[in-house]
């Protein structure tokens, strides 16, 4: 039952960062449930809330709090949170020498 409720409150806040479905875009709604759903232990929200830190999404572009939020994604088995830390330290963002063997042990090239 719970983990419906954290998956309900993560998608909740999804709906609420688009607009979709003729709801009014309110991020900070949105940061809010996602961050109340991490709370709560549902990794898909942490990966979410560290795409929109990411992407600058209605809030002012963090790379580094991204990457953490990542790292604690991929320590309760994300495979998204994975695959993003993954393209970051690809793309050379905040990368440098160790971040890229830790690149490695996150994806196969």
Do not use: P, W
């Not at 994300?78 to 160790?98: C, E, F, P, T, V």
């Amino acid at each position: 039952y719970q983990r419906r409720v954290h998956g309900a409150m993560n998608n909740l806040a999804l709906i609420f960062l688009h607009g979709d479905g003729g709801t009014k875009k309110n991020v900070s709604k949105a940061i809010e449930l996602l961050e109340k759903s991490m709370e709560l232990g549902n990794d898909e929200s942490v990966n979410n809330l560290a795409n929109i830190y990411y992407n600058g999404n209605g809030v002012e572009k963090n790379v580094l709090k991204a990457i953490e939020l990542y790292e604690k994604a991929i320590e309760k088995g994300n495979a998204n949170a994975m695959n993003n830390l993954a393209l970051i330290y690809q793309k050379g963002s905040q990368g440098d020498k160790k971040k890229k063997k830790k690149k490695k042990k996150l994806c196969v090239d």
